[in-house]
């Protein structure tokens, strides 16, 4: 038997209540890339370019799924301007899933299918 050893490349970890939040897989795994890229600062800032070449998915997917996020409160976005005065950087900054906000889905009731 192969005795199991710790991976030698970076890693992250996730709260196991992410589980609970009914996520379709396109957010939980914009919310994984963030939460990687985060690590203990508990914010970054890659680009969009950036999440969609390590997630596959298109820029357009990714801004929706990172608003269904926002309105979900698992996390926040803010503006950094770069270094010279032209452009601007979003800032995600990963929430406290002890929010019960989180674990409501973010369509009412009335917009639910039957």
């Not at 914010?43 to 997917?61: A, V």
């Amino acid at each position: 038997m192969i005795k199991y050893q710790v991976p030698a490349e970076h890693y992250f970890r996730m709260y196991n209540r992410v589980f609970d939040l009914g996520l379709k897989a396109p957010t939980f795994l914009v919310y994984a890339y963030l939460l990687s890229c985060a690590g203990s600062k508990g914010y970054c800032w890659p680009s969009l370019g950036t999440i969609s070449r390590k997630t596959g998915l298109s820029i357009s997917t990714i801004q929706e799924h990172l608003k269904l996020l926002e309105q979900r409160q698992l996390i926040s976005k803010s503006h950094q301007r770069t270094g010279n005065s032209w452009g601007k950087n979003n800032v995600y900054t990963l929430l406290s899933l002890d929010n019960p906000e989180v674990y409501r889905s973010s369509r009412s009731p009335e917009e639910l299918p039957l």
